[in-house]
């Protein structure tokens, strides 16, 4: 057990689908921070959602980033960090015109709920990132 349990969470792998795995709770962590994020700068501090979303991507990206490198694709890593960081975050940046245009048609066309919008976004960017990520810088 203890073997299955290190080979889940601790050992580095190149294994898709346990990085996919992993790449699915680093999501969450980010997600939590996103959300988080979104909803107080939304509802307590009364900044229009689409800013708000930008600011709390951001904050999820950083969060992203530093557990992916760290835990999720901890192979093949950039002999130059900052190159490999202005990477993932222009990956990011296409995820968060992805989430931007999403939660806009979603909230303002459709009159769902801004943070109905944030879930539907997150499901579709989650699948851009993890795969634009993974191809492009941790091949």
Known sequence: MKELLNKLF???T???WLQLLRYGFVGGVAFVADYGTLF???HYAHVHYLVSAAVAFGIGLTVNYLLSISWVFNKNRSAKPWVEFLVFALIG???L???ELIMYVATDLMSLH????KLI???IV???NFFARKLIIFK
């Open 10 to 12: 601790v050992a580095p």
């Open 14 to 16: 190149t294994n898709i």
């Open 40 to 42: 107080l700068l939304t």
């Open 93 to 95: 940046v296409v995820g």
């Open 97 to 99: 015109g992805l989430n």
């Open 114 to 117: 801004y943070m109905l919008s």
């Open 121 to 123: 976004s997150t499901a």
């Open 126 to 128: 989650f699948c851009w």
